[in-house]
């Protein structure tokens, strides 16, 4: 398995490059730019948006921001003299006050050496920094989602799998059609509208925790009502697919040999569907697992806006629409690494769950 794993890792290079190259090409494509958001005052002139667009590098040749942003900008220059200043450059001289003179080198490291740049919206903090603060919650939006997915949805399936044709089956099989068909942000609307301030007024209306001045939102257990509707929101999606697949699963499952052996031994319905059919019956929820990762991601970007969740999702979509493309495309890589990961452990699940599958 560690071979495996080693060059699954290896095959995952080359896709993060394509990935990287893609996207920022599409970002570099798209109208307007961080110049025009930064610069919407009528007064600022054009001699100033001209020095900004150069601080910021946005008019270089595509290939010269990508190596930028890539390998960094110290190798682009050379200081003969040892004085601290690029005097000859190589490739392109940084001129990053837009004064006409090259900057020192080491201005930038870029992201093979860790170094994803500064946000053009964050007060020129790091993208890393930036991100960080937001991730906690949407991991915890995410894990909450994920949770509530599997620990309803299988059961479900397994208990409509048993009672085929019965009232329960029949009723979660509309269920899941439904939570299927409804959009995320029109089902997340609904439920804020209905359970939200303006409706029942049961649940806050969006938002991690309250006005909270100092020291940031409390514990968990404390704000579990900010939890509720965005959580459904995303898992609700699961709940279908889980439990959909489980049934389908549990029934296939059922008519194997060793199903009507423990059958014929006199074991009872319990015993039979819940320790001999069971582990066998997780195997197509194990090559789930790796898609929901993906779809916990973006179902985030649509609910955290809707729920005013300060997590990654939401930066994503400020970041995009004030084009602020460090921010973009580290979110980006953090999105193509996470879902690399997640594929990868759903195949490594489903040969724990198998021990027929050998994974070279």
Known sequence: MTTFVIRRIL??????????????????????????????????????????????GVNDPFHIQYLRWLLGDDWMRFDSDGDGVADTAYLIPLDADGDGEPEPPG???GILRGDFGSSFFHGKRHVIDVI???????????????????????PVGVLAAVNRGGPFDNFTRIVSVIFNAFPVFWLGLILLLIF???????????????????????????????????????????LAVY???????????????????????????????????LRNALIPIATLLGPSVTG???????????????????LAVSSLQQRDYPTVMAIVMLASITTIIGYLLSDILYALIDPRIRLR
């Open 196 to 238: 939200g301030g303006t409706g029942l007024g049961l649940l806050p209306m969006g938002n991690r925790c309250g006005l909270v001045l100092v020291g940031g939102c409390p514990p968990l257990y404390e704000r579990l009502e900010y939890l509720v509707l965005p959580t459904f929101v995303i898992a609700a999606g699961f």
């Open 11 to 56: 095959q995952a290079i080359p896709t993060l490059f394509g990935i990287s190259i893609l996207v920022y090409a599409i970002m570099l494509a798209t109208p307007g730019g961080p110049v025009a958001a930064l610069t919407f005052s009528p007064t600022v002139t054009p001699q100033e948006r001209a020095a900004l667009a150069a601080q910021l």
């Open 296 to 314: 916990v991601l973006s179902g985030a970007v649509v609910t955290e806006n809707i729920f005013s969740w300060p997590g990654v999702g939401r």
């Open 107 to 109: 201005t930038r490291r």
């Open 132 to 154: 960080f603060e937001r991730l906690g919650a949407t991991l915890e939006l995410g894990v909450a989602s994920l949770v509530v997915g599997l620990t309803i949805g299988i």
């Open 243 to 277: 439990s959909r697949f489980m049934r389908a699963s549990v029934l296939d499952v059922g008519t194997q040999d060793y199903i009507r052996t423990a059958r014929a031994k006199g074991l009872s319905g319990r015993m039979v569907w819940f320790r001999h059919g």
